[in-house]
């Protein structure tokens, strides 16, 4: 058989913690054991038990490492890894000066197949085995993203970015092109291994009226599909959407007029919003989705995550990559940490890691699937070194509790601290796959 038996230090969590040192919230075995087989996890628990029962089956020792379920980012721009650190802009003028130009050429098929690869081994280095990503408007940006997801048999979500406005030419569909082309992806890709489709309209600016209907009628017929889009993310950005939706209460009411807010929806970013908004968020339970890199790069503002969680609003956390600077979620933590301090709420690492693990699953309604340890669910997991680099041992030598382990990775970890990523039970870091180099042009 393919079965193997993982040996670590494993910690999953069960709920979102409550508090500091909420111990019900989290299962933590000092010597434990993970037994992987058929791209699934069989059984986690003691190292004795597991070894007891499965006496056969070899062992990778990754003591004294932890393990974890693998990382979730769920918002990132696959056209974008060549925008990163793109100097000097807020949000409409980074879009139209560099975000808009590169993502044009990715109507070049071989071109999309380099970019998409290489971003699936550089997720495998970070630890990051789900992404939920935004493509180009061209339908074959799609296929290339998911035919590389397909191929290390990552759960990937994405979708054909839709529209037909306030762009380039060369970036424009229409309301019919892009619910076509939606159609066929959703018809070619979607469930289909771990692909899932995205209905995706950039945001409300650069989509007619015309789009927003026709993409709500494709989440009519596709209730099992998720939703993405942004969502007030910057003051010039809001003006501009109510003076080309006059009509609309307020920006999240243009999405709701059209039918695209359900559980299912993700809204990037989320900052800056109108009580009755946050009521509707409520009510519809669509998702805010916190990119904290992004919002302090392009200057966008602080992400309210304590005032939408009193509302019992269910956040997920992003890189959002272009506009994110790294892809390393420990490094999106380490800044969500920062913007929550400036807004006197906190971040506990136990919370942490809850959110970049089943925290973002539930918000995706895949928690059944991933984002846990659970027997019967899919084999994406994590290997951290809390030690991995100088000032991490230092501040190790001194660390006591697993809290203060968890904060070390939060604050200082990055991809040096993934010593290895099991996707679907098969290695990708130094067990198999390198992170290739995409050719420099
Ligand atoms: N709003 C519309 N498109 C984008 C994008 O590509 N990045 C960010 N950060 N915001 C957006
Ligand atoms: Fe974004």
Redesign the pocket.
Known sequence: TDQVLLRGRILSFTAEPKGPEDRTAYRYIEDGAILLGGGLIRATGSYDQLSRQAPAVPVVDHRPHLLMPGFIDTHI?YP?VQVIASWGAQ?LD??NSY?FPEETRFADPAHAEVMAEWLMGQLCAQGTTTAVA?ASVHEASVEAFFSAAARRDMRMITGKVMMDRNAPEALRDTPQSGYDASKRLIARWHGKGRAGYAITP??A??SSPEQLEMAGALVAEHPDCHVQT?LS?NRD?IAYTLSLYPEAPDYLGVYERYGLLGPKTLL??SIHLEPREIDLLAATGAKPVF?PT?NLF?G?GLFDDAGLRARGICNAVAT?V???TSYSMLQTLNEAYKVLQLQGQKLHPLRAFHWITRGNAVALGLEDRIGTLEPGTEADIVVLDASATEPMALRMARAQTLSEELFVLQMLGDERAVAETYVSGVPQKRGAARVRQPELH
């Open positions: 721009h974008q949000l980074w879009l975000t935004y950039r945001f600016i650069t942004h993310e950005e990037g970013h990119c992004s392009l966008s959002d272009g506009a994110g």
